[in-house]
């Protein structure tokens, strides 16, 4: 049996490399800027798309499940996110770019991310947020090193073989998927690599005296099977959409990623609007990784001391992060600039924890995978266009000053929607 806290650790290795680029995403922007002739708005298509892509494709990650092994599908998904970097090293137009770094490196990251929370909920039950803390630090360890690497990987050889080195860098977060193999809780053992493409269900099968014949009869009767359990499987699954509290973590879920898109998309660019220097600018990423780093580590232990819950932090944190967009928009000096990242980094830390924890908690460790990806379909589908249009804002107005404004009131709007949820709760524990 495999440590669980090994998997714990790969999971955090997977992550550290799967979003090499991503989490570098605002040097990318100002470097597409300087190289291709395009607009702020196409600019932002070219890494924005990258998370409403990875989203989208969490639900058919999640419905794949029924038939392959997570490792499979997350081992895929790094092939997948390699691939699409490498081959922006022949770009030579924004679509291009659009392409390889927006669309298909969205695609294999969303294979991972989707399915890494429901392996770490299949080995853990009380302990499940402190395993997700360590899991999702990989990426803020990344973020925290590859920004300084990718900065001057861009000065000394270029965009273009930048890009063809980091693809193979990717690579190495197959170490770690090796590694994870899905616990089942109900029969206390691990899923084997070639998982049956269906759940057995045991039938007598009618014996032909013909060999053709029998196993005519026994491929028609597992194609009936098979299209029975798929449509089983897929009512099952959409009944989650009818929920209202799956519909407000949806919510909560899709301010979370706009908001953390948008600031580590525009932060750069902002400093640079207040004179900062590039120099200077490029800090802020890396200085945003260390309270992003401890975000993801402390609302674990929070709860486990029982000194909060994980739905108040994951409430409180999802407003300071609308504040903080508010904020990063009407500052002006560079001290302020790093409290505000520092701040920001902090509330993304705990939202990217514990947004399949509080799912996990309403729906069951069983229902994780499914739901954490139909979460992600949603936002996905929404940001696609959302993001880009609202980053588009300065082509229009040469400022992203209504920016913060647009994304703190979508927040406030969020909270009126859990203070309903809470306070209904209550009523209808009193009258039960």
Not at 36 to 64: E, K, M, N, P
Not at 98 to 126: E, M
Not at 208 to 233: L, P
Request: glycine share 6%; aromatic share 14%.
């Amino acid at each position: 049996m495999i440590n669980r806290w090994l998997i714990a650790f790969a999971c955090g290795w997977v992550n550290l490399f799967i979003f090499s680029v991503f989490r570098s995403s605002g040097l990318v922007y100002v470097k597409i800027l300087e190289l291709f002739d395009c607009s702020y708005q196409q600019a932002a298509y070219s890494v924005s798309l990258v998370g409403s892509v990875a989203s989208t494709t969490g639900i058919a990650s999640g419905f794949l499940t029924h038939y392959f092994t997570p490792r499979s599908l997350i081992m895929i998904g790094i092939l997948i996110c390699s691939a699409s970097i490498s081959l922006t090293y022949w770009a030579n137009s924004i679509h291009f770019v659009i392409i390889s770094v927006g669309i298909l490196q969205g695609i294999g990251i969303g294979f991972v991310t989707c399915l890494l929370p429901a392996v770490l909920n299949s080995h853990f039950n009380r302990q499940k947020s402190i395993a997700l803390g360590i899991s999702y630090a990989g990426a803020t360890l990344g973020a925290f090193i590859f920004p300084l690497v990718i900065q001057w990987m861009f000065s000394t050889y270029g965009f273009h073989v930048t890009m063809l080195i980091l693809g193979g860098v990717i690579l190495n977060a197959i170490i770690g998927a090796i590694w994870l193999k899905i616990k089942d809780n109900n029969f206390e053992y691990e899923q084997e690599e070639h998982q049956s493409p269906v759940h057995q269900i045991p039938m007598e099968i009618t014996r032909i005296t013909s060999a053709e014949g029998s196993i005519d009869c026994n491929n028609e009767e597992k194609s009936v099977e098979f299209w029975q359990q798929f449509k089983h499987n897929l009512i099952k699954d959409y009944r989650l959409l009818s929920n209202f509290r799956f519909f407000l973590c949806s919510f909560t879920y899709i301010n979370f990623i706009i908001d953390f898109i948008a600031f580590i998309i525009i932060l750069p660019d902002v400093a640079k609007d207040r004179q900062i220097l590039p120099a200077d600018a490029k800090w802020l990423l890396s200085i945003f990784a260390i309270t992003d780093f401890a975000g993801r580590l402390i609302p674990g232990w929070l709860s486990f001391w029982k000194l909060t819950s994980d739905k108040c932090t994951y409430i409180m944190s999802i407003l300071i992060l609308g504040l903080c967009m508010l904020l990063l928009v009407n500052i002006e000096s560079w001290t302020n600039f790093v409290l505000v990242t520092l701040l920001c980094g902090f509330v993304t830390g705990c939202q990217m924890v514990l947004s399949p924890v509080v799912l996990a908690d309403y729906f069951g460790t069983e229902n994780t995978a499914i739901a954490f990806g139909m979460e992600n379909f949603i936002c996905g589908l929404l940001s696609m266009f959302l993001r880009p249009m609202i980053i588009g804002i300065k082509d229009i107005h040469g400022t992203y000053y209504y920016l913060g404004y647009i994304l703190f009131i979508s927040t406030i709007i969020n909270i009126a929607l859990w203070i309903f949820e809470i306070v209904f709760r209550q009523k209808t524990l009193i009258v039960q």
